[in-house]
DNA sequence: GGGTTAATGTAACGCCGTTACATTCCTCAC
DNA sequence: GTGAGGAATGTAACGGCGTTACATTAACCC
């Protein structure tokens, strides 16, 4: 019930309403009817406007996308550009984490780079890294800010079933330590970092 | 109608029926009426046996799980069984694919790799990495498998969505090796590899 | 005015997970 | 044998989902 009855339902305010929804709730919260309702209307108007719910999770991802387009890159030297290039892009998906489960159900999770690819390919070539070889650098820091974020967000969608049996390693019972950094929860922010720079140690 | 009117439904022949069910087709084809239909029962019966969708969900990934416990390390030396328990690993989770979705429903998607973390443990022992360090290392070898398979999986869940616009990289146009390797289809295998070395390089 | 098109509304289809309730089957004490 | 009682199955429905056939209104142009 957001707009009174006669305001003008364009697509735009499809899309938006719609993002609204699942950013306000999840992707699970996303259903024509409650659309519909949102905007005051019936759901055969967001059929008109939009297709169906693949075209208007297409429209969605896209609106998203374009509001990260820009890429600003800081730091002395390329290593630290890439390297902050690649912390920025994966904030920019941590602070939307609907889009990243839009973008999957798209199929677009990497789709999403192309901005990054082009930022990441200009520091490459300025440290002598070209074709194949800047490309294989690119995919590899593209999956692994994907990946990283995609894993994490998967993982605290529900509450702790991902937490491991600390009873369960009987070969290792000699290292305490260790069982209890395994017990703890993943610190993905350092995981992330670690095998980031070891991914430039390798590429550069 | 996998079966006679009056053989014996189990919770074992429910979930091996659902695990068929899913690896025939895909976890979307796995609808308690439809599990219902190829049992030759009713819907109610299902959920005599099993609870509900979610618990057979579990179920079915408890099973799947199981039959992959053991591991087998090959390798001259500790670095050489550890990649190849990483590669082993992956090669695993590939092949089950359904498996990746499953545990991934069920944010299991890291609690399914205890045996493996055992057994990295005692090869990181053996380099003399403990404690915290050798649990970094752990999470690290972990995240890039998981996350290697989930993202591949998910590309190719749909057609070619994600392939990439190959004229939409104004800044690099004086290489078009990079474009061209940029724009051919994402060779997940060799960005693992990569990745892989590059974490072994870091910890070992 | 009338006619054409854009946009909205009504009501239904077939699917989903789940459940209240009735029914059958099987076992075991008597 | 014959009931009692629990285990297992069947029937039918609820509410919700995406989608669509069809009727209805609104806006514009001639």
């Known amino acids: 019930m957001s707009r009174s009855s006669r305001d003008s339902v ?3 305010t499809v899309v938006a309403t719609a993002i ?3 950013e306000d709730n999840d992707l699970d919260a996303l259903t024509m009817r409650r659309l519909a309702a949102e905007l ?3 759901v055969t108007s967001i059929y008109w406007h939009v297709g169906n719910r693949d075209a208007l999770v297409g429209l969605m991802v896209d609106r998203l996308l374009a509001d990260m387009r820009d890429v600003t890159v800081g730091g002395r030297d390329p290593r630290a550009r890439i390297s902050s290039l690649c912390k920025q892009w994966r904030q920019r998906l941590w602070d939307h984490p609907h889009l990243i489960a839009l973008a999957h159900e798209r199929n677009k999770t990497l789709a999403m780079f192309q901005p990054m690819q082009a930022a990441l390919a200009r520091e490459l070539h300025a440290v002598g890294l070209r074709g194949k070889d800047a490309a294989a650098a690119i995919r590899g820091l593209q999956l692994h800010v994907v990946s990283s974020v995609v894993i994490e967000r998967t993982a605290q ?3 702790t079933t991902d937490a491991t ?3 369960a390693w009987p070969a290792i019972t000699d290292d305490p330590e260790l069982i209890a950094a395994l017990s703890a929860p993943v610190d993905y922010r350092a995981a992330f970092d670690v095998g980031l720079e070891a991914l430039l140690d390798r590429f550069l």
Do not use: F
Request: charged share 20%; proline share 13%.
């Open 10 to 12: 364009t697509q735009a």
């Open 20 to 22: 609204r929804l699942v």
């Open 40 to 42: 005051g209307t019936a």
């Open 157 to 159: 969608r529900g509450p």
């Open 165 to 167: 049996d600390p009873t």
